[in-house]
């Protein structure tokens, strides 16, 4: 093996190893997602679509040149030449078997690599999922102590509004109960007063009956005393 196919297998299998850490289920999504906010990847960011789309085209360059090789030396024309000289038969199968191992080791490699880029973007979406759940979960559970506390501070605000009204319904009916009875107690008073005023319209007809009865008997009195005065003199 060349030394470009040995460090395509290599890459192949650093590759598998990568895969199947990352399929790890122990391993959650948040850890890898710290792991992947290492300052160290932060200085790789900026090279890493350039390294991914080079190693892309890397060995998409392998894979074609191995489909070439395939092609080459599983041709109807260079069979027959090898039937002619069986040395060559076996060199010929040799060269046909590398060339399939290697368009197997760049196909694989190249498919693991697109693989590998998927799961890294999925576990980053899945962490990010993770803590927008807990962080909605959170703000929700927020929510409902909060809605709790609210339905509590109404069912107390609802109750002293309750009993307020309650209070100053009991204060209108003292209210109305004390407007009546001074209805009442006014109506007495002018009942009395009117009373008073006819009594003291009686008193003033029957004082004013009685002065001018005074009147009369004083009058008559005069004239009984004038009379012996008036026989005096006639006798005289």
Same mark, same amino acid.
């Given at each position: 093996?060349?030394?470009?196919? *040995? +460090?395509? #297998?290599?890459?192949?299998?650093? =590759?598998? $190893?990568?895969n199947l850490v990352l399929c790890f289920p122990l391993i959650s999504a948040q850890r890898w997602r710290s792991l992947f906010n290492w300052t160290i990847w932060n200085w790789f960011s900026p090279y890493w679509n350039k390294a991914f789309c080079t190693m892309i085209m890397v060995l998409v360059v392998l894979f074609f040149d191995a489909v070439r090789e395939v092609q080459k030396y599983s041709s109807p024309q260079t069979a027959q030449d090898a039937t002619l000289n069986p040395t060559l038969f076996d060199h010929l199968h040799m060269k046909l078997f590398r060339a399939q191992r290697n368009l197997y080791i760049s196909g694989f490699s190249l498919f693991l690599w697109l693989i590998m880029r998927r799961i890294v973007t999925l576990v980053n979406q $899945? +962490?990010?999922? /993770?803590?927008?759940?807990?962080?909605? %979960? #959170? =703000?929700? $559970?927020? +929510?409902? %102590?909060?809605? /709790?506390?609210?339905?509590?501070?109404?069912?107390? &605000? !609802? %109750?002293?509004l309750q009993a307020e009204e309650e209070k100053t319904s009991a204060k209108g009916r003292q209210m109305e109960k004390e407007e009546e009875s001074r209805a009442r107690d006014l109506k007495a008073a002018e009942e009395v007063?009117?009373?008073?005023? $006819?009594? &003291?319209? #009686?008193?003033? @007809?029957? +004082? !004013?009956? &009685? /002065? =001018?009865?005074?009147? @009369?008997?004083? /009058?008559?009195? *005069?004239?009984? %005393?004038?009379?012996p005065n008036t026989a005096d003199k006639k006798d005289q």
């Open positions: 093996m060349s030394l470009q196919w *040995t +460090a395509v #297998a290599c890459f192949l299998y650093g =590759q598998i $190893v990568v $899945v +962490a990010l999922a /993770t803590t927008d759940s807990a962080g909605l %979960q #959170a =703000q929700m $559970v927020g +929510a409902n %102590q909060a809605a /709790t506390r609210y339905q509590a501070e109404n069912l107390q &605000l !609802k %109750q002293a007063v009117r009373k008073a005023q $006819v009594e &003291l319209e #009686a008193m003033r @007809r029957q +004082a !004013k009956g &009685l /002065t =001018q009865e005074y009147d @009369r008997l004083l /009058t008559e009195h *005069t004239q009984l %005393q004038n009379l």
